[in-house]
């Protein structure tokens, strides 16, 4: 899966994207991280690619033609397949959930959208802008952390990415619900034990176990999810 990242800090993505899990995922060529720098798109001949807004006010606005011409680059659409996708990362988009993350993981291509400054200028995002998408409510000062974050969260449900294919599906927010607790080695912590029954090796009752806690989880600490899985049930 090939993602493709317009921004004005592509060593910020890149470098951000390039350990551990991740990582590997490109090494091994399952994902590819294509960031493009929006000022090599300028034709100002002093690399500008902001202005102030139209209407006076704080702040600078990134200009149409230079994020237009970079999409523009990346954004070949193939003879009678659908146009890549493009997510511009904003508060004002759709809240990303998992359940986007799994939708989105499904495409072969994604192009991510990244302002910074006071925003973009509104034509350009109503052109090439297909998913406004944001990350949460608060408002960051641009669309690089937000982008590497959906990343992250698509990437992993990308065959092959993690180790355990199983665990990108049984994880948290699958069902709704949240994991149940872990532990490891040793089996007794500042006097603290395991739960006896994840020392029996007995895989049913620990399947018991483990689905039981939950739901109790989700139910003291998300409730909100708890409705929805019972809705969902
Ligand atoms: N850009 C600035 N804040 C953002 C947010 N919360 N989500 C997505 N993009 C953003």
């Known amino acids: 899966m090939q993602f493709h990242i317009l921004t004005l800090f592509p060593e910020m993505v890149?470098?951000?994207?390039?350990t551990s899990i991740?990582?590997?995922?490109?090494?091994k060529g399952l994902i590819g991280i294509h960031a493009v720098n929006i000022r090599d798109y300028t034709q100002d001949k002093h690399n500008k690619v902001d202005d102030y807004p139209y209407g006076g006010g704080a702040g600078m606005l990134m200009q149409a033609q230079p994020v237009y011409d970079a999409w523009k680059a990346v954004a070949k659409p193939a003879e009678g397949k659908k146009p890549v996708r493009v997510l511009f990362m904003s508060p004002q988009g759709k809240t990303f959930s998992q359940e986007m993350a799994r939708e989105l993981a499904q495409e072969k291509e994604l192009i991510f959208?990244?302002?910074?400054y006071e925003g973009i200028d509104e034509r350009v995002i109503e052109e090439i802008v297909t998913d406004p998408v944001s990350i949460g409510d608060y408002v960051l000062t641009g669309g690089e952390l937000p982008a590497m974050v959906m990343i992250d969260?698509?990437?992993?449900?990308?065959p092959g990415v993690l180790k355990n294919e199983d665990s990108g599906v049984t994880e948290s927010f699958q069902e709704n619900l949240l994991e149940y607790p872990q532990y490891t080695r040793p089996a007794?912590?500042?006097?603290?034990?395991?739960?006896?029954?994840l020392l029996t090796g007995h895989h049913k009752n620990i399947a018991e176990w483990?689905?039981?806690?939950?739901?109790?989880e989700t139910k003291a600490?998300?409730?909100d999810l708890y409705a929805s899985y019972l809705d969902k049930k």
């Open 14 to 18: 890149e470098n951000g994207l390039q």
């Open 22 to 27: 991740l990582g590997r995922a490109i090494q």
């Open 113 to 116: 959208l990244c302002g910074h």
């Open 153 to 158: 969260a698509i990437s992993r449900m990308v």
């Open 188 to 197: 007794v912590w500042h006097d603290r034990e395991v739960p006896p029954v």
């Open 210 to 216: 483990r689905q039981a806690q939950s739901l109790e």
């Open 221 to 223: 600490k998300r409730p």
